[in-house]
């Protein structure tokens, strides 16, 4: 191929991918590429991961005003893993994430803002019925590529952190036992609508 087709092409490729994030779109969460990953700390010596799967959700993305971007997720509670089947059961348990009454958690923005350079997601998260104001830091989203399917997929990772004692999670074990706030990491991949 002609090296200067190949670099219009090239180009013509990017300025597409690029003025795609430049307009308002619709993106559908990949549930199959998508999880929280999350940290606590355990009797004061160690920490404890885990991870919850099956995200459901969509992100409106408009970088022009970020006002008219937001999310819209559900997460499936009763995905919970931390590699340890007892410790997975205790929290599925009423103590804990109670998935039986409480099976999803949902987080739905409220605000999308830059801070410092870095993106930001401010929304509501309902964890166990109980609704907390929650900021996200947001590493994205990627310039949108042609995915397996043939459409275009784009990425996020989001990191925060909550307190298990805003959403009454957990309430009988304390401090040392276990710690207060849970860290987490958000890995999110979308399809184009």
Known sequence: MNRRLFTALAAGLLLTSTSVLAQSSTWTIDKNHSQINFEIRHAAVSN???????????????EKD?????VNTTIDATTVSTNNDARDKHLKSPEFFNVEKYPTMTFKSS???????????????????????????VD????????MKGGLVTGFSATGMIKRSDFNFGQ??????LGDEVK???DVEADQN
Request: charged content about 15%; hydrophobic content about 35%.
């Open 48 to 62: 404890v991961r885990g991870s919850i799967s099956n995200i459901t959700g969509t992100v409106i993305w408009d």
């Open 66 to 70: 970020l006002s008219k971007s937001s």
């Open 111 to 137: 605000q999308v803002t830059r801070a410092n350079g870095k993106l930001q997601v401010i929304g509501d998260l309902t964890l166990g019925g109980v609704t907390k104001s929650v900021t996200l830091d």
């Open 140 to 147: 994205g989203p990627t310039a949108p590529v042609k995915g």
């Open 172 to 177: 009988k074990y304390t401090a040392p036992i």
């Open 184 to 186: 987490f990491t958000l």
